[in-house]
């Protein structure tokens, strides 16, 4: 059974960073790509960034391009996403899920499985 577990998140001030991290078994991490989603109050999930399987690419939505990195730790079978520069509308619940089919640039919530818990991030003006 694949668990993956979102931490990491908390309150930071506009301008802030945070490092969420999203603790997996070996297995769900090897060969395959890992993606981050965050879904805000009243709306829809929406994707925020990938990685492949090598973590030799890496995708994201315009909106958090130049602020946010995905990485990927194999030793300790953890996916992180480090946050810089946040904003007001960062506030969302973070996801991390697995690739399942798809393109590398796939964007499809559709396209990945295995959700964790979440983690809550809220960035205050």
């Known amino acids: 059974q694949v668990q993956l577990v979102e931490s990491g998140g908390g309150l930071v001030q506009v301008g802030g960073s945070l490092r969420l991290s999203c603790a997996a078994s070996?297995?769900?991490?090897?060969?395959?790509?890992m993606g981050w989603f965050r879904q805000a109050p009243g709306k829809e999930r929406e994707f925020v960034a990938s990685?492949?399987?090598?973590?030799?690419?890496?995708y994201y939505i315009d909106s958090v391009k130049g602020r946010f990195t995905i990485s990927r730790d194999y030793a300790k079978s953890t996916l992180y996403l480090q946050m810089n520069n946040l904003k007001p509308e960062d506030t969302a619940v973070y996801y991390c899920s697995r690739k399942v089919r798809g393109s590398d640039r796939t964007t499809q919530e559709s396209d990945y499985d295995s959700w964790g818990q979440g983690t809550q991030v809220t960035v205050s003006s």
């Open positions: 990685i492949t399987w090598s973590g030799a690419n890496t």
């Open positions: 070996k297995r769900t991490l090897s060969g395959n790509g």
